[in-house]
Nanobody, 127 residues
Framework: QVQLVESGGGLVQAGGSLRLSCAAS????????MGWFRRAPGGERVFVAA????????EYADSVKGRFTVSRDNAKNTVYLQMNSLNLEDTAVYYC????????????????????WGQGTQVTVSS
């Protein structure tokens, strides 16, 4: 059983930056690709970014490409989401998730592929 705890959310002005962290425990961290998803008010949970087991491969939603960067520190069992140039549409609860990956290449954008989820952290962007 893998436990995931997100941190780093908060209130930020449009154009600002935040860095989210997600600490994992309870499993072999390098067995998992990691993903970030978000749920805006009244919306569905959607893919934001993902990173492969050793960080070699990354994927991003079109809406965040060039603004967000996903990274991981396997020595610390932690994945990060650096968010720059935030806008009002980025307001959401952000979730990290772990996907047991059979190969070092695997990355998935579908939430159904993920096995474990954190509780989420709120990001609010103000004008």
């Amino acid at each position: 059983q893998v436990q995931l705890v997100e941190s780093g959310g908060g209130l930020v002005q449009a154009g600002g930056s935040l860095r989210l962290s997600c600490a994992a425990s309870g499993g072999i961290y390098t067995n998992y690709a990691m993903g970030w998803f978000r749920r805006a008010p009244g919306g569905e949970r959607v893919f934001v970014a993902a990173i492969s087991r050793y960080g070699t491969y990354t994927e991003y939603a079109d809406s965040v490409k060039g603004r967000f960067t996903v990274s991981r520190d396997n020595a610390k069992n932690t994945v990060y989401l650096q968010m720059n140039s935030l806008n009002l549409e980025d307001t959401a609860v952000y979730y990290c998730a772990a996907d047991f990956a059979w190969t070092v290449y695997d990355i998935h954008k579908d939430a159904l592929d993920y096995d474990y989820w954190g509780q989420g952290t709120q990001v609010t962007v103000s004008s």
